[in-house]
């Protein structure tokens, strides 16, 4: 069910409370720690968390964080469609070439729907 956004009078509670996004899912981790992924390249209306920047890119799954909130649709009342969450690592020349330190990596956190295997 999708949640209207907050009144100011609420504010200040949800602040003082956490909004935690982690969320039950019996969904099965399609990815693990240390496999090839690919960040999907796609240019959504609308809201996304997946950089411009990773889209197309090769990565690798270096910790599940089980489900969360996906913030896609829940941005759009549309609910909360809880999905496994990973961080990818992102090497510093896959995103900006051969000039890029080759010892520099980018974490990201980001949802299985942006993810495909590598």
Known sequence: MATP????DKVMPAILNGGPTQRE??????FAAGQ???ARCFNPTGHTRLPRYVRGRLGTIERDHGAHVFPD???????EKPQLLYTVRFAARELWGEAANPADAVYLDLWEDYLDAA
């Open 5 to 8: 956004p907050l009144t100011a």
């Open 25 to 30: 899912s019996a969904a099965k981790p399609r």
């Open 36 to 38: 090839a992924v690919r």
């Open 73 to 79: 649709s829940n941005a759009k009342l549309q609910g």
